[in-house]
């Protein structure tokens, strides 16, 4: 019961506002986190300076996401674009952060307010690695629960190459016709045992 009515809620499409706020819950814990690795996983820093560095993180964020627009993508249909995407939005988090930092040293706008560089710059490598991650995961969630638990056809692809490729992502991406990709193959024996997105390659 509880099993089918996942894979309903996995079958609609996730609502994009939705997403964005997952992103931002994901920047504050990474944020957060930051903090725990730069001091050792302890508490010995100003949580008063944290509460006040918290806003301006969720704000960078917001608008940096809006910006490039990388909750748009369709999670279970996530590829190379959304990584990317992904990478641009946490490059602009980090940029955001120097500068607002940096223009707030230099004008005294707020003389209490500063984040060091080393955490703004392990928040940045925490944010790709754990945003990518996440959409990845729920991408083989949904091809485990959903696609996985309906396959009618096992297929191979005749050709390893850029044609095998584009039926392969035509084929991957569309979860309604209910094969599975078991493998390529190709007449040049150079490829024979290497492996194409996880797939075998066959003589």
């Known amino acids: ?20 706020i997952i992103d ?6 990474t944020f957060i986190i ?3 690795i730069r001091f050792n996983f302890s508490f010995n820093f100003d949580t008063s300076k944290f509460i006040l560095q918290l806003p301006v993180v969720v704000i960078a964020a917001l608008i940096s ?13 996530t590829g190379i674009r959304d990584s990317i995407n992904v990478i641009f939005s946490s490059l602009l988090i980090f940029g955001s952060l120097i500068a607002i930092v940096m223009v707030n ?10 984040i060091p560089k080393s955490i703004i710059a392990i928040h940045f490598l925490l944010n790709v690695f754990i945003l990518i991650v996440i959409r990845f995961l729920y991408k083989e969630l949904y091809t485990l629960l959903i696609a996985g ?8 692809i005749y050709g390893a190459g850029e044609a095998g490729m584009l039926v392969h992502s035509l ?3 569309d979860k309604t016709n209910r094969t599975q990709i078991v493998g390529f193959i190709d007449d040049d024996k150079r490829k024979a045992g290497s492996k194409l997105n996880g797939i075998r390659v066959y003589n």
């Open 1 to 20: 019961m509880i099993s089918n009515v996942f894979r309903e809620l996995l079958k609609r499409n996730t609502p994009r506002w939705f997403v964005l």
């Open 24 to 29: 931002i819950y994901i920047v504050i814990n």
């Open 34 to 36: 930051s903090y725990l």
């Open 65 to 77: 996401f809006l910006i490039v627009g990388s909750y748009k993508g369709i999670i279970r249909h």
């Open 105 to 114: 040293h230099q004008f005294k706008f707020i003389p209490e307010f500063t």
């Open 149 to 156: 638990s309906s396959i009618e056809k096992r297929v191979l």
């Open 171 to 173: 084929l991957n991406d």
